[in-house]
């Protein structure tokens, strides 16, 4: 009687995984850049750990070019080591790039993405970034400064 139980069981997990490793593969399209080899939960993560993680990700730009894709855990990640690159993407699609993920702790804590740093791009955030807007804290960054400056003297 138990071991029915328990093959049932086991099967409706089987099954259960089944379907979510389908929805998850129709709801992430697979348009990312080459990459290596990820394993399920974490990713990529294995292969960044150790001493040098820069001359990893070094030896993958060698192997892949100079756009590909790693997973971190959930996280999927573009990896760019070229500086045409970078300048295509902070200078010609910059509006593409732009907008940050919407957090809930930025929703919560910083009472609805009110912080520059957490804010989507859009009329806030520009408001946010203005020049009227950062000079009002000059103050406060002066402040700052001058205690850095007196901790180190000490």
């Known amino acids: 009687m138990e071991s029915q ?15 979510k490793l389908m929805l998850h593969k129709a709801s ?8 290596q080899w990820k394993l399920p939960i974490i990713g990529n993560l294995h292969q960044l750990l150790g001493e040098h993680p820069h001359q990893r990700l070094q030896n993958l730009a060698k192997t892949y070019g100079p756009l590909f894709h790693l997973k971190l855990g959930e996280i999927n990640l573009i990896v760019i080591t070229s500086s045409e690159f970078v300048h295509d993407i902070f200078k010609t699609h910059d509006f593409k790039f732009a907008s940050r993920p919407n957090l809930m702790a930025g929703k919560i804590i910083l009472y609805n993405y009110a912080s520059f740093s957490f804010a989507p791009y859009g009329k806030t955030w520009s ?10 804290f000059k103050f406060i ?9 007196e901790k180190i003297m000490r």
């Open 141 to 149: 960054r002066e402040e700052e400064g001058n205690n850095l400056v």
């Open 5 to 19: 139980l328990l093959s049932i069981l086991c099967a409706l997990l089987l099954i259960l995984l089944i379907k």
């Open 127 to 136: 408001k946010l970034r203005s020049l009227k807007q950062v000079m009002s």
């Open 28 to 35: 992430n399209p697979s348009n990312f850049p080459p990459g």
